[in-house]
């Protein structure tokens, strides 16, 4: 607050801002004490935020420990890195695997003869390029703009797949022209010829001033097994699925057997454990911390009057010392893997050595003890997911209405064999799930229905922006049948009627959508997204997803599910956690209404204070003010005195 203007007490000697000063603290001594409590308060607040921080960090980890993936985690290893590394996915089986890089993939390579400049024009022509069965580009080139470079770039402008580029190899004609393929094996090997002025530089090995090939192009070559091996050619580099859901990435010719091990990521799956108990355990100790009193020091942790906390906490360590119903005795608590409370400290203690004994010696039932799991008398209908607001309590009775259906292609009658596809028919524009496709299928002659359901497949499925949008394209009763990769009505397919290659393929240009699966859960209509049923929201069905894969009408399946270790402490932490419900967000609400509350009454005061510190300082300026008129005043009569006495004395001298 601001200070008496002017200099205190000049005239009455009296130190009035002093006074003023200590007159307001005297009034302002109960906001100072409510001032203290604010900051109590506050205090709390903080170490409030800080738990629930610590809270949500474990809760976290258990989003992890909820997803069945966690738990199939895969690792795979060679026992040659340098020749073969390798992969896996989660739905990799666990094995050894006896691998032999007979040779890797090359791409095709060309090179033209030698020519004294990069720079001089060659003259005008058109350059023939395609690779492997794709389509053909035919590149124009105009004489003044065909030099080497200028070639080199139009033939990397033309969305060929290759590379081109000039190089110089230090001899009397050093510019050479490469091309090659931007993908390796003999699928992708290069053709290519041109016209005119371009003609000598493009052909392929007809004498020794043409093009020649530096690198053939080589599928690679892998065995899998011993004794009686299976040889498998692929195109690339990188194999998929020799092993199921393994991918090889092949590096150079094996000198012996490499051995792929492919084994459960049982260490990767303990670390995520261990980091949940490791979070949970410092949100217990900091509680624990907060609100004990310490007898040595007299001093009480901020949150001592805070039981509420404490009983909140006790709600998820219960959960975790209890029994998973539907589990086997022998592996339906953390105990039988090694994991206990210590009740000496409140926090949870982990036998590492234990817990990898069972993780090696029985994952799945380690993966049942955390997950969600659930049963069916049906194969078609199976247990995906469920939801903190699924009631496991009963088996769920499920009904299916209507399977889910693929968005098929409807046909106007089989292909006419042998088919040849040319410039004039090979066109096939189609719209997938509203997304447009210029489809342009491969030149030849086609014998079979199979050969041709495979081109029409890979052409539409080589271009499409999302993986969402590939289809498959099979044989039924001698037509094609092209239809969506995913199930639902969200599917959709559309051939453009103008499609020059539609008529020939068989192919109706109506619209055609996917189905999504209708059922009832417990009687109560259920709701479909493609192959998957959900249970309505509101029912105890709530958040329960299944995965239907029938082809029929099913009815009086029963589907029981169990939720895991990780479901039933995330559900006790969300109670204390959730920003709308959580009983500690409630909390730190609590504690600013009262922050708000106070900042308003000390705010309210201080206002009135000022006020007051003014009324003040004005009654002790204006005391002041007459002290100084006072005297004024007397200094005026002291001189009028002192000149009547020199008059007297004057007189009494006779002058």
Same mark, same amino acid.
């Given at each position: 607050m601001p200070a008496i203007e002017g200099v205190s007490g000049l005239s009455s000697g009296i130190d009035s801002r002093a006074i003023v000063d200590g007159m307001v603290a005297a009034d302002r001594a109960a906001t100072a004490v409510l001032e203290r409590r604010k900051a109590t308060i506050e205090s709390r607040q903080t170490a409030v935020r800080s738990y629930n921080t610590k809270l949500l960090s474990a809760q976290l980890d258990l989003s992890r420990?909820?997803?069945?993936?966690?738990?199939?985690?895969?690792?795979? =290893? &060679?026992?040659?890195?340098?020749?073969?590394?390798?992969?896996? %996915?989660?739905?990799?089986?666990?094995?050894?695997y006896q691998i032999d890089v007979v040779n890797i993939a090359t791409a095709h390579q060309l090179a033209a003869a030698g020519r004294e400049s990069a720079s001089t024009a060659i003259g005008a022509g058109t350059i023939t390029l395609k690779v492997g069965n794709g389509a053909e580009k035919s590149i124009?080139? /105009?004489?003044?703009?065909?030099?080497?470079?200028?070639?080199?770039?139009?033939?990397?402008?033309? !969305?060929?797949?290759?590379?081109a580029s000039v190089v110089n190899d230090g001899g009397a004609n050093p510019h050479r022209?490469?091309?090659?393929?931007?993908?390796?094996?003999?699928?992708?090997?290069?053709?290519? =010829?041109?016209?005119?002025?371009?003609?000598?530089?493009?052909? #392929?090995?007809l004498n020794p001033t043409d093009m020649s090939t530096l690198t053939t192009a080589v599928d690679a070559q892998v065995t899998l097994g011993g004794t009686t091996p299976l040889t498998i050619y692929s195109s690339s580099n990188t194999i998929e699925n020799i092993i199921p859901d393994v991918t090889l990435t092949i590096k150079t010719p094996t000198t012996s057997t490499a051995t792929i091990n492919v084994n459960n990521d049982s260490s990767g799956i303990q670390d995520k454990i261990k980091t949940f108990f490791t979070d949970l355990n410092t949100a217990i100790t900091f509680l624990s911390d907060n609100t004990k009193y310490n007898a040595t020091?007299?001093?009480?942790?901020?949150?001592?009057?805070?039981?509420?906390? +404490?009983s909140g906490l006790n709600s998820v360590i219960q959960e975790l010392t209890g029994s998973v119903t539907g589990l086997p005795s022998s592996l339906n608590t953390l105990s039988a893997i090694g994991i206990r409370l210590n009740r000496d400290k409140g926090t949870f203690d982990i036998d590492e050595a234990a817990l990898s004994a069972k993780l090696s010696s029985d994952p799945t039932g380690v993966a049942r003890l955390f997950t969600n799991t659930g049963t069916s008398t049906s194969t078609a209908v199976q247990f995906a997911a469920l939801s903190n607001k699924t009631k496991t309590t009963q088996p769920f009775t499920v009904t299916i209405t209507q399977p889910a259906q693929r968005a098929l292609v409807a046909t106007t009658g089989a292909p006419i064999l042998p088919l040849t596809i040319n410039t004039l028919n090979n066109g096939l524009g189609i719209t997938i799930n509203d997304h447009h496709y210029?489809?342009?299928?491969?030149?030849?002659?086609?014998?079979?229905?199979? =050969?041709?359901?495979e081109q029409v497949q890979n052409a539409i499925n080589s271009i499409v922006t999302s993986n969402g949008d590939k289809v498959s394209v099979g044989v039924n009763g001698g037509a094609l049948s092209l239809e969506s990769k995913y199930y639902g009505a969200g599917q959709s397919i559309k051939i453009d009627t103008a499609a020059t290659a539609? #008529?020939?393929?068989?192919?109706?240009?109506?619209?055609?959508? !996917?189905?999504?699966? /209708?059922?009832?859960?417990?009687?109560?209509?259920?709701? !479909? +997204?493609?192959?998957?049923?959900?249970?309505? =929201?509101?029912?105890? &069905?709530?958040?329960? /997803?299944?995965?239907?894969?029938?082809?029929?009408?099913?009815?009086?399946? &029963? #589907?029981?599910?169990? %939720?895991?270790?990780a479901q039933l402490s995330s559900e006790s932490i969300s109670k204390l956690t959730d920003i709308e419900?959580?009983?500690?967000?409630?909390?730190?609400?609590?504690?600013?209404?009262?922050?708000?509350?106070?900042?308003? +009454?000390? %705010?309210?005061?201080?206002?009135?204070?000022?006020?007051? @510190?003014?009324?003040?300082?004005? @009654?002790? @300026?204006?005391?002041?003010?007459?002290?100084?008129?006072?005297?004024?005043?007397?200094?005026?009569?002291?001189?009028q005195i002192a000149g009547f006495q020199n008059m007297a004395a004057s007189r009494a001298n006779g002058t």
């Amino acid at each position: 607050m601001p200070a008496i203007e002017g200099v205190s007490g000049l005239s009455s000697g009296i130190d009035s801002r002093a006074i003023v000063d200590g007159m307001v603290a005297a009034d302002r001594a109960a906001t100072a004490v409510l001032e203290r409590r604010k900051a109590t308060i506050e205090s709390r607040q903080t170490a409030v935020r800080s738990y629930n921080t610590k809270l949500l960090s474990a809760q976290l980890d258990l989003s992890r420990l909820k997803l069945p993936s966690t738990f199939n985690a895969r690792t795979a =290893s &060679s026992s040659a890195e340098s020749a073969v590394t390798a992969s896996a %996915k989660s739905s990799a089986p666990v094995g050894a695997y006896q691998i032999d890089v007979v040779n890797i993939a090359t791409a095709h390579q060309l090179a033209a003869a030698g020519r004294e400049s990069a720079s001089t024009a060659i003259g005008a022509g058109t350059i023939t390029l395609k690779v492997g069965n794709g389509a053909e580009k035919s590149i124009a080139i /105009a004489a003044g703009s065909s030099s080497l470079n200028d070639i080199a770039l139009a033939i990397n402008q033309s !969305g060929a797949e290759v590379t081109a580029s000039v190089v110089n190899d230090g001899g009397a004609n050093p510019h050479r022209l490469l091309i090659q393929a931007s993908n390796t094996g003999v699928a992708n090997a290069i053709t290519i =010829s041109a016209s005119d002025a371009l003609q000598p530089i493009f052909n #392929v090995g007809l004498n020794p001033t043409d093009m020649s090939t530096l690198t053939t192009a080589v599928d690679a070559q892998v065995t899998l097994g011993g004794t009686t091996p299976l040889t498998i050619y692929s195109s690339s580099n990188t194999i998929e699925n020799i092993i199921p859901d393994v991918t090889l990435t092949i590096k150079t010719p094996t000198t012996s057997t490499a051995t792929i091990n492919v084994n459960n990521d049982s260490s990767g799956i303990q670390d995520k454990i261990k980091t949940f108990f490791t979070d949970l355990n410092t949100a217990i100790t900091f509680l624990s911390d907060n609100t004990k009193y310490n007898a040595t020091t007299r001093q009480a942790g901020v949150l001592l009057s805070e039981s509420d906390l +404490r009983s909140g906490l006790n709600s998820v360590i219960q959960e975790l010392t209890g029994s998973v119903t539907g589990l086997p005795s022998s592996l339906n608590t953390l105990s039988a893997i090694g994991i206990r409370l210590n009740r000496d400290k409140g926090t949870f203690d982990i036998d590492e050595a234990a817990l990898s004994a069972k993780l090696s010696s029985d994952p799945t039932g380690v993966a049942r003890l955390f997950t969600n799991t659930g049963t069916s008398t049906s194969t078609a209908v199976q247990f995906a997911a469920l939801s903190n607001k699924t009631k496991t309590t009963q088996p769920f009775t499920v009904t299916i209405t209507q399977p889910a259906q693929r968005a098929l292609v409807a046909t106007t009658g089989a292909p006419i064999l042998p088919l040849t596809i040319n410039t004039l028919n090979n066109g096939l524009g189609i719209t997938i799930n509203d997304h447009h496709y210029s489809v342009k299928l491969a030149s030849g002659t086609y014998a079979s229905v199979e =050969s041709l359901a495979e081109q029409v497949q890979n052409a539409i499925n080589s271009i499409v922006t999302s993986n969402g949008d590939k289809v498959s394209v099979g044989v039924n009763g001698g037509a094609l049948s092209l239809e969506s990769k995913y199930y639902g009505a969200g599917q959709s397919i559309k051939i453009d009627t103008a499609a020059t290659a539609r #008529v020939d393929l068989g192919l109706s240009d109506v619209k055609v959508n !996917g189905v999504d699966v /209708a059922g009832t859960i417990n009687g109560i209509a259920a709701t !479909g +997204r493609g192959q998957i049923l959900e249970g309505k =929201s509101g029912t105890t &069905s709530e958040g329960l /997803a299944l995965v239907v894969t029938a082809t029929s009408v099913l009815t009086g399946v &029963s #589907v029981s599910a169990t %939720k895991g270790i990780a479901q039933l402490s995330s559900e006790s932490i969300s109670k204390l956690t959730d920003i709308e419900t959580g009983s500690v967000p409630r909390k730190d609400k609590g504690y600013q209404v009262d922050i708000d509350s106070m900042n308003k +009454r000390i %705010k309210r005061v201080d206002d009135l204070l000022t006020k007051r @510190r003014a009324r003040y300082e004005a @009654r002790f @300026r204006q005391m002041e003010q007459l002290i100084q008129g006072f005297k004024s005043q007397g200094d005026i009569l002291t001189g009028q005195i002192a000149g009547f006495q020199n008059m007297a004395a004057s007189r009494a001298n006779g002058t």
